[in-house]
């Protein structure tokens, strides 16, 4: 296959590049079955072309897929043009898409951007103008601190939950909590992630030094999954270290990590505008979501695990990484914050002071009007809903009918992380007071 005519034989499947054999066949037949002859007697002679080359591409994919000599060539060109289309994108303005598609528009995104850049150089001084003004009204609002009021003003409200049944003093502000079968661990402000028994809260049982904080940790099967401020993804074998690995995964920092709730794949999204799929074993790249306009703040698999729903300023998008389609899930009036899913669910929240619950399937939408949320999680069951609040409080909601349940008075400071237990009978908080916190929510059981 020569290197201009380039196609990602994997997306045309619908599969990635550790398909198996029988995944590979299974693919081809269940996708030639649809561009088939029969089905297509009464078809536009348009819509037959079509069909046409789809047949021809899925028969180049089963062709070059199915034969090991063939796949590891292939194999070598993929990671290659892969990094290429990564590194042309964050140039370009990639919009996303496959890498053949984005192929047959590089021409178009180069010219569009030399103009871009000729009309800058012609504005060039009055846009200078411009960014000084607003850089001087960026001061005198920065002075009067607005955020702080929307922040940490407190809806009139009563706190029905105040004492916890264990506090983690972890030295510094936490960021973001995994809570195992047996250990609590904590991503801190100063460059650690601490693990904590609830028998013994006053001091981590295992410490991991890193060379820049983390905001995103996830665990799963012994594999400790860790994103830091630089960019990089640890994958932290907690059984062997020697089979532990580090990723430069993105160009800032890292926002959310997670693994994927059916296989093999651990996802990551960045400031850096992108969401990535990753290999947890191996640590190799499978997809890339590229050319998002804004820094993503929070991404969730769904329960398929098959697709990735994330932020992008006010609006949430919903990413199928096995074919690389995507569409708009939900708009809020301002930027979004937090996102969580359970089931055919997703939840957001943001800016707004409004949580909103999306059946992806069927667009059905549940709204909740309250405080601003920096961090959602559903219970394991899906019956409840919980909201980190940039306020310190942390609300228990009923997932079914947005009914507030529980109004924690969890942290001074922001609360920057909540997270259920495996059981869902605990609740774990993490706060800028440099706290972890557990509160016992037996009661809705």
């Keep these: ?63 070059t897929l199915l034969n090991p000599d063939k796949r590891f060539i292939y194999d070598n060109l993929y ?66 601190k607005p955020e702080q009021l929307t922040d940490f003003t407190r809806p009139e409200e009563v706190v029905t939950l105040t004492e916890p049944i264990y506090t983690f003093n972890v030295g510094a502000q936490a960021f973001e909590i995994a809570p195992t079968e047996t250990i609590c661990w904590v991503a801190t402000e100063n460059k650690q992630v601490q693990g904590f028994q609830k028998e013994n809260p006053t001091k981590p049982v295992q410490t991991i030094s890193l060379t820049e904080s983390a905001l995103a940790i996830a665990e799963k099967n012994g594999i400790l999954a860790i994103g830091d401020k630089s960019g990089v993804l640890n994958l932290v074998n907690l059984n062997d270290e020697a ?101 055919d ?17 069927t667009n059905s939408v549940r709204t909740i009007d309250d405080a601003v949320a920096v961090k959602l999680a559903y219970r394991p069951d899906g019956k409840l809903l919980a909201a980190a609040g940039q306020d310190g409080r942390v609300r228990i909601y009923k997932a079914e009918n947005g009914q507030k349940l529980e109004v924690i008075d969890a942290h001074r400071l922001k609360a920057n992380a909540v997270k259920f237990s495996l059981d869902g009978k605990e609740l774990y908080t993490a706060g800028a007071d440099s706290t972890v916190k557990v509160w016992d929510l037996r009661k809705f059981d």
């Design 345 to 361: 669910w997703v939840a957001t929240a943001g800016e707004d002071r409004t949580i909103k619950q999306i059946h992806f399937k």
């Design 243 to 343: 089979k532990s690995k580090s990723v430069k995964a993105h160009s800032s920092a890292i926002s959310s990590v997670q693994f994927s709730p059916t296989t093999d794949e651990v996802m990551t999204s960045s400031w850096d505008k992108t969401v990535r799929v990753w290999n947890k074993e191996t640590g190799e790249q499978l997809r890339t979501r590229m050319g998002i306009a804004f820094p993503i703040y929070s991404a969730t698999f769904g329960a398929s695990g098959q697709s990735v729903a994330f932020t992008n300023d006010a609006q949430a998008m919903i990413w199928n990484w096995k074919d690389g389609t995507m569409k708009t899930l939900t708009l809020h009036k301002r930027r979004i914050f937090a996102i969580a899913s359970f089931g």
């Design 79 to 144: 990671r290659e043009k892969l990094s290429e289309a990564a590194n042309i994108a964050a140039e370009y303005g990639f919009d996303g898409r496959r890498y053949n598609d984005y192929a047959q528009d590089i021409e178009r995104f180069r010219a569009e951007r030399n103009e871009k850049l000729k009309a800058q150089s012609r504005y060039r001084p009055f846009i200078f103008v411009i960014i000084v003004i607003m850089g001087g009204l960026s001061i005198l609002w920065r002075l009067v």
């Design 1 to 63: 296959m020569n290197k201009s005519d380039f196609i990602d034989l994997y997306a045309e499947l619908g599969l990635t590049q550790t398909a198996t054999e029988a995944e590979i066949k299974r693919a081809y037949m269940e996708r030639i079955k649809e561009v088939h002859p029969d089905k297509l007697q009464n078809a536009s002679e348009q819509e037959r072309k079509r069909a046409e080359q789809k047949s021809q591409r899925l028969n180049q994919a089963k062709e």
